[in-house]
Nanobody, 113 residues
C-alpha cells in the first residue's frame, strides 16, 4: 500500500523560507515531486525530480525553490526561499510508479505580506 506523508507547511512572512518533506512508502518511485493549488486556481507544477536526479521546475519558482530526494529514505524535499504571497497554496506531494501517479493529502503554505 502506497503512502505519502507530507510535512513542513505553515505560515511564513514574505521573503522567508520553508522546507517541505514527503516520505513515501510501499513502492519504488521513478518520479517524485510537488504540485500546488491556490484557492480558485488550477493545480500547477512546482517541481519534480527523477530517481536519477533530473529535475523540472515550474516557471514561477525557478531560482527560488530547490527540489531534492533521498532514494534510500524514499523522501523528497522542497526548499522554498524568497517566498512571495502568491506562493500561498496547498502543496501536494506526488510519486510515480510504473503504473500510476500517487498524490499526498497536501500541506498548506501561507505567505503573509
Amino acid at each position: 500500500q502506497v503512502q505519502l506523508v507530507e510535512s513542513g507547511g505553515g505560515l511564513v512572512q514574505a521573503g522567508g523560507s520553508l522546507r517541505l518533506s514527503c516520505a513515501a512508502s510501499g513502492s519504488i518511485f521513478s518520479i517524485m515531486g510537488w504540485y500546488r493549488q491556490a484557492p480558485g486556481k488550477q493545480r500547477e507544477l512546482v517541481a519534480t525530480i527523477a530517481r536519477g536526479d533530473g529535475t523540472n521546475y515550474g516557471d514561477s519558482v525557478k531560482g527560488r525553490f530547490t527540489i531534492a530526494r533521498d532514494n534510500a529514505k524514499n523522501t523528497v524535499y522542497l526548499q522554498m526561499n524568497s517566498l512571495k504571497p502568491e506562493d500561498t497554496a496547498t502543496y501536494y506531494c506526488v510519486a510515480d510508479t510504473v503504473l500510476r501517479r500517487y498524490w499526498g493529502k497536501g500541506t498548506l503554505v501561507t505567505v503573509s505580506s
